[in-house]
Structures are given as C-alpha cells and as structure tokens.
C-alpha cells in the first residue's frame, strides 16, 4: 500500500513538472538511504543522469515562467510529464519495468501496469495544469504565470519528498487535488455564465 501511495506521490508530481520527481528519486538513491531503487532503476541514481536531469529541469522552470512560452512548453510537456509520470510510478513503486531483461515478461507478467497507471496520473495533473495556466495568464496579464509556476515546482518538490518519506500524507494531497478540481470547474462554469449574461446584456442595449 505505502509503496503505491509513492508511485501515486510521485506520478502526481510529474504531472507539474516531469523532472523534479525523477530527480529527487536520482538523488535520494545516490547520495541518501531513504529509498533504495530496484535493480531495474538504479540508473536514475548515475551522475550523468543526474546532471542530465538537473539541466532540463532548468530548462523547463524558466520557460514555464514566461507567458506564451509556457503554453508552449506544456504543448511540449503533454508527452513528457505522462511519460515520467510512468517512470516514477515504476520506480517509487519498486516494480521492475521499463528495463526488464526480458519485453515478453513485462506484458505477461502485467508489470506494465505501474508505469501505465503513473501515465494516466500525470497526465491527468498535467491536462489540469494545462487548463488553469491560460485563466492565470489572462486574469493577472500574465504577471501570475511565474507564481503560478513557483508555485507548481514548490508542490511538486514537497509532494515527491512526501511520496518518498511519509507516503501516507499522500493522500491529503490527492484530497487537495480533488477539492481544486472541483473549485476549479465550478469557477469555469460561473465565469462562462457571467460573458453569457453579460454578452445577453449587450445585446439588449
């Protein structure tokens, strides 16, 4: 159960930014005894791999930070976080399998099924991500999309910290999550009304 509240944890995570999970992972692994990786994913703790990350992570918290750039970047992203979102559902979750020894197995033995519920999380983050940054952008002139997104890398860091430490408090985020999505499609739908009416109003004058 604490091993799926961490794939959870982390797939979530990358759902906001796809690198901070598997970098915590990578870092963790190396240089701490807080998680101890599988056989199948232990190259998440190399240097290169580590620097490799660390630079797209960069990458990725500036242009995230730009209005216009980060519509952009999410268009990107839209197969980047599912896909790492896949990787660190596999990893947290202690199942060996985008490198498995043997392809037949990891379809037979159903071990494709972490990193295909880590794909359907983040992606899900992801697409809410996706959704919220334009309403930000237009409601601020687009002077909220870098504390937007502060505020995303910031989430994600604690949360895969939380998915690795305590994965129990996972769950209080995944309840934070449902309460936002719920704010968040009522918000839509007062907004959509309000242009209604005031449209409607327009008219009549």
């Known amino acids: 159960m604490?091993?799926?509240?961490?794939?959870?944890?982390?797939?979530?995570?990358?759902?906001?930014?796809a690198y901070i999970p598997l970098l915590t992972l990578g870092l963790l692994a190396r240089y701490t005894d807080l998680i101890d990786l599988p056989s199948g994913w232990t190259w998440l703790g190399n240097g290169w791999v580590i620097v490799i990350l660390a630079v797209l992570l960069a990458v990725e918290m500036v242009a995230d930070k730009v209005p216009v750039v980060d519509h952009i970047n999410d268009v990107v992203q839209t197969v980047v976080r599912p896909t790492a979102g896949g990787l660190a559902f596999g990893a947290g979750s202690s199942s060996e399998t985008v490198t498995v020894s043997d392809p037949g197995s990891?379809?037979?033995?159903?071990?494709?099924?972490?990193?295909?519920?880590?794909?359907?999380?983040?992606?899900?983050?992801?697409?809410?991500?996706?959704?919220?940054?334009?309403?930000?952008?237009?409601?601020?002139?687009?002077?909220?999309?870098?504390?937007?997104?502060?505020?995303?890398?910031?989430?994600?860091?604690?949360?895969?910290?939380?998915?690795v430490i305590l994965p129990v408090l996972v769950l209080v985020f995944l309840l934070a999550l449902v309460f936002f999505v719920f704010w968040f499609v009522r918000r839509r739908s007062e907004r959509r009304r309000e242009r209604e009416a005031a449209r409607a109003a327009g008219f009549r004058v």
């Open 2 to 17: 604490l091993e799926v509240l961490t794939g959870t944890g982390l797939a979530a995570s990358a759902g906001l930014n």
């Open 106 to 163: 990891f379809f037979s033995t159903h071990q494709w099924v972490p990193v295909a519920t880590g794909v359907v999380l983040a992606f899900g983050v992801h697409l809410l991500k996706s959704a919220a940054r334009p309403v930000v952008n237009a409601t601020t002139a687009g002077f909220g999309a870098p504390v937007a997104s502060t505020a995303e890398d910031a989430t994600s860091v604690i949360v895969s910290l939380v998915a």
